[in-house]
């Protein structure tokens, strides 16, 4: 079957770091992705993993395991507009790359 | 260059209803992927299109149909409309491409309410 699992929720405090784990459980796999959405739009790209290692982009890093079916986004510096859903998606094995998605972490950042 | 565009952006609807979305891909993109997200859920795939051709299917029932134009424009159709229809309705553009990187550009949805 196809799992992909995340934490419901999560809290941080404004300039601190936080890391959101991912782990998968696909029949195909095409690479991982991170999505940030905020409430009532639509999900914005934020990093594509699909060897193993560490990606870095700005103040967000992806880091993807596929031995272990394990990835990780870590946002640091947090912002208040970080406060969002963040999801976590693999693309499927098939000619489609179908998304798949977990339920989503949604991050609350305080001052 | 415009992104990933749909329309309406609200709609209600009452059970046993019929409702087509709209969905304009991002310029340069052949590829169109829908997707329903309920209230606190990740999106869930229902069905591409490409070369005007239904793809790919999610486990959807066949209440759920689509539509590709020639412009690479897509439609969603809906019929006797469930409760539990109710939902962001999201389409996604991509190009087709055949590496494995095939990034997906999300419109801003289609939010439908089930009465």
């Known amino acids: 079957g196809q799992n992909i699992d995340q934490p419901t929720e999560m809290t941080a405090t404004e300039g601190a770091i936080v890391q959101i784990n991912c782990t998968y459980q696909?029949?195909?796999?095409?690479?991982l992705f991170w999505y940030q959405q905020h409430a009532g739009e639509a999900p914005t790209f934020l990093s594509y993993n699909v060897l193993d290692g560490l990606e870095e982009k700005g103040r967000f890093s992806s880091f993807l395991s596929r031995s272990k079916g394990y990835s990780y986004l870590l946002l640091k510096e947090l912002q208040m507009k970080d406060s969002a859903s963040y999801l976590c998606?693999?693309?499927?094995?098939?000619?489609?790359?179908?998304?798949?998605f977990g339920s989503g972490t949604r991050l609350l950042v305080r001052p | 260059d415009a992104g990933v565009t749909q329309s309406p952006t609200h709609l209600i609807k009452t059970r046993g209803q019929q409702v087509t979305l709209r969905c304009s891909p991002k310029?340069?993109?052949?590829?169109v992927s829908w997707y329903q997200q309920a209230l606190g859920q990740g999106p869930q795939f229902i069905f591409q299109?490409?070369?005007?051709?239904?793809?790919q299917r999610g486990n959807f029932p066949d209440r759920f149909s689509g539509h590709q134009f020639p412009n690479y424009s897509s439609e969603l159709n809906v019929n006797a409309l469930l409760l539990g229809d109710s939902a962001l309705y999201l389409c996604?553009?991509?190009?087709?491409?055949?590496?494995?990187?095939?990034?997906?550009?999300f419109g801003p949805g289609t939010r439908l309410t089930v009465l």
């Open positions: 996604a553009s991509s190009p087709r491409i055949g590496g494995a990187l095939n990034e997906q550009f």
């Open positions: 310029s340069g993109h052949d590829t």
């Open positions: 299109y490409y070369e005007e051709e239904e793809r």
């Open positions: 696909t029949s195909g796999f095409n690479g």
């Open positions: 998606a693999v693309s499927g094995g098939d000619s489609s790359y179908k998304l798949i």
